[in-house]
């Protein structure tokens, strides 16, 4: 079954905006984390966050973590047409070391 | 791909007939999974290995199964497969060390069931 459920399904904006995007889960878990596929490829890890954070940053990315509310975000600043994939939370339920995957963002960034 | 080769990359085979995908690592890694990815289903996880010879189930087994004879590879083996495994499956590592498990994808095997 599905743990986490991303939003909104797909997501097209142009190049320089922020791209945001959502992941919520249903239960308690170790740490949330995203990844980005591009068109025929296998997935790249992009950032996690553990149930202890709330917020992190790596580089144009920026990842909050609500516990309370069981959801999570993903923030691309300053979006480039290379950021055109698909993107995927992924959360790391406690005492757990499988993922379980959300069914994925597409992302179309516009030049 | 972090060292991670998944071979086929492609195959085409006929209903009924056994189909076995290799996962090769060279990070030394503990453990090794297999997913497969369909369109509306994400990625689903199929079995995984947390040693060698150390195996066991993930959401959508039936149909497959693995082996782990080395630290390196990673065996999926579907016995009689069938229109419903055609898919693109990819195989990820980890090395979970205190409270992580970030997982590195292999490139993929698309494969096609007629």
């Known amino acids: 079954s599905q743990q986490g459920e991303e939003d909104p399904q797909a997501l097209s904006i142009q190049e320089g905006e922020n791209a945001t995007m959502n992941c919520s889960y249903k239960?308690?878990?170790?740490?949330l984390q995203w990844y980005r596929q591009n068109s025929g490829r296998g997935l790249v890890h992009l950032i996690l966050i553990r149930s202890n954070e709330r917020e992190k940053h790596s580089g144009r990315l920026r990842v909050t973590l609500d516990t309370s509310k069981k959801s999570s975000s993903l923030l691309i600043t300053a979006s480039r047409a290379a950021d055109t994939a698909s993107y995927f939370c992924?959360?790391?339920?406690?005492?757990?070391?499988?993922?379980?995957f959300g069914k994925g963002i597409t992302l179309s960034v516009r030049p | 791909d972090a060292g991670i080769t998944q071979s086929p990359r492609h195959k085409v085979t006929e209903t009924g007939t056994p189909v076995t995908l290799r996962c090769h690592q060279t990070e030394n890694h503990r453990y090794m999974y297999w997913y497969r990815q369909d369109p509306g289903h994400g990625l689903r996880l199929i079995h995984y290995s947390y040693g060698v010879k150390d195996t066991d189930k993930g959401e959508v087994s039936d149909g497959y199964s693995v082996s782990r004879s080395k630290t390196e590879d990673f065996l999926l083996t579907l016995e009689s497969a069938t229109s419903s495994q055609t898919s693109v499956y990819f195989c990820a590592i980890s090395d979970p060390r205190g409270l992580d498990n970030e997982q590195f994808f292999g490139p993929g095997t698309r494969l096609t069931v007629l």
């Open positions: 239960t308690s878990i170790n740490n």
């Open positions: 992924a959360t790391d339920e406690r005492a757990n070391s499988k993922l379980t």
